[in-house]
């Protein structure tokens, strides 16, 4: 009797699993299939070929799949190189309190390139992987100007704050607030355009609008102060290093993959106005599929035309991480961050960077999304990088995050599931 199990069954989605096989015929070759449906119904899978051992089992966390989405040993493959079966999509949850993802898991005799509704599996089971640790609670926020959403641990608190921040496509995501809150903070996912009855599209960064978030989150009888933290990706991640800035709430900055200067916006924070650099967007490649590449687009912010649009790094009291991909292809993440660091003091910052991995580095539940239709854009976008070494920022530089997070606000409760 074959029998397919996933250990354990319920997990967070930023934990890893133990896939195993038993009851196979020595060194039969099998293939594995993981697959699972998005809120928008979106068949996300990814396969890989397995021989089994002398014993008839296969175990992806040593045995080293032979070929399909992968190969060699991933203990956690199946999961991290999903791939959409419609071009572009980009695996986001949406729900994140309400349900996880599930994820089923299916053996097949033999070499199964595809499956069809006749191909039956000789065993299979289902993964839940949620966002939230049980007992977590999503707080709408809608306070004055600020909109989103809270996420607290169980339990009294008052637990470390941090403020999540997602870039230029707008609207409210959740799923990074859902995994940090699970490790012990209190997470204040932002939404700052295109999201309930905030501006439409973004004509400016208004700071005060991120001041205002900054006290809400501090004033909650639940979240720890004096400080919080922020982090954000692209767009947010420029956000993330204006906050650190000028605002001294801000102790602790993970910056992802952003930039170091205004980019066709300005910031305007009380008498203060930052001018943007243009984009010069008829520098625009259409890449592979005929994708976006917007590399190209961002001036060389080291003309001297442009210093006036730096933010001032050198006014952040607190800690900044930098996390770097160098094969994103959205912007010249590791030159903004050097440029960034070089006006900091040595000790205050810190450049995690990783060859091979592209723009949107999130938790290491996320697949690779190297290119997504997007809002705004009237054609899909190049992110970059390569599924493997992606795959390997991913979970390293999650470690490094919370551990970053929890040393300089004080260490967090890690919830289980």
Not at 9 to 31: C, E
Request: proline content about 9%; hydrophobic content about 45%; glycine content about 10%.
């Amino acid at each position: 009797m074959v029998e397919v199990t996933v250990t354990p069954q319920s997990s967070l989605a930023d934990r890893p699993v133990q896939i195993r096989v038993r009851g196979l015929s020595p060194s039969q070759l099998v293939t594995l299939r993981a697959s699972l449906m998005d809120e928008q119904g979106e068949c996300f899978q990814a396969r890989a070929f397995f021989r089994a051992d002398g014993a008839g089992e296969v175990d992806p966390g040593c045995h080293a799949a032979l070929g399909g989405s992968y190969a060699g040993v991933w203990p956690m493959g199946l999961f991290w190189f999903l791939q959409p079966d419609t071009l572009f999509r980009r695996l986001v949850k949406r729900d994140v309190a309400g349900s996880p993802f599930l994820v089923r898991l299916e053996v097949f005799d033999g070499l199964c390139l595809v499956t069809g509704p006749k191909d039956q599996p000789l065993a299979s089971c289902v993964a839940e992987r949620w966002y939230v640790c049980p007992g977590m609670q999503r707080v709408p926020i809608r306070e004055g100007r600020v909109r989103g959403a809270l996420f607290l641990p169980p339990g009294p608190g008052p637990f470390p704050g941090v403020i999540d921040l997602f870039g230029g496509a707008g609207g409210l995501i959740e799923f990074r607030a859902g995994l940090l809150a699970s490790r012990g903070f209190a997470v204040l996912a932002l939404a700052f355009f295109a999201y309930d009855d905030l501006p439409r599209t973004l004509t400016q960064l208004d700071l005060e609008y991120f001041e205002e978030a900054a006290e809400l989150l501090l004033r909650h009888p639940k979240v720890r102060g004096p400080g919080l933290g922020v982090i954000g990706v692209s767009k947010g991640a420029e956000v993330a290093l204006a906050m650190a800035s000028f605002l001294p709430q801000v102790v602790a900055t993970v910056w992802i993959n952003g930039t170091a200067f205004l980019h066709g916006n300005p910031l305007v924070y009380k008498d203060l106005r930052i001018p943007p650099i243009p984009y010069h967007t008829e520098r625009v490649i259409f890449a592979e599929m005929g994708a976006l590449d917007n590399s190209a687009i961002f001036a060389d912010p080291r003309d001297p035309a442009y210093s006036a649009s730096a933010i001032p790094a050198e006014k952040v009291r607190g800690k900044v991480l930098f996390v770097v991909g160098e094969a994103d292809r959205s912007f010249n993440s590791k030159l903004f961050a050097e440029l960034a660091m070089a006006r900091m003091p040595p000790e205050s910052c810190r450049l995690l960077s990783y060859p091979g991995a592209g723009h949107l580095i999130e938790p290491p539940c996320s697949p690779l999304c190297s290119i997504s239709s997007i809002r705004g854009t009237p054609r899909p976008v190049v992110w970059g990088g390569e599924a493997q070494p992606h795959a390997k920022a991913q979970e390293h530089s999650w470690q490094e995050i919370v551990q970053f997070l929890e040393l300089h606000l004080g260490s967090a409760t890690t919830m289980k599931l």
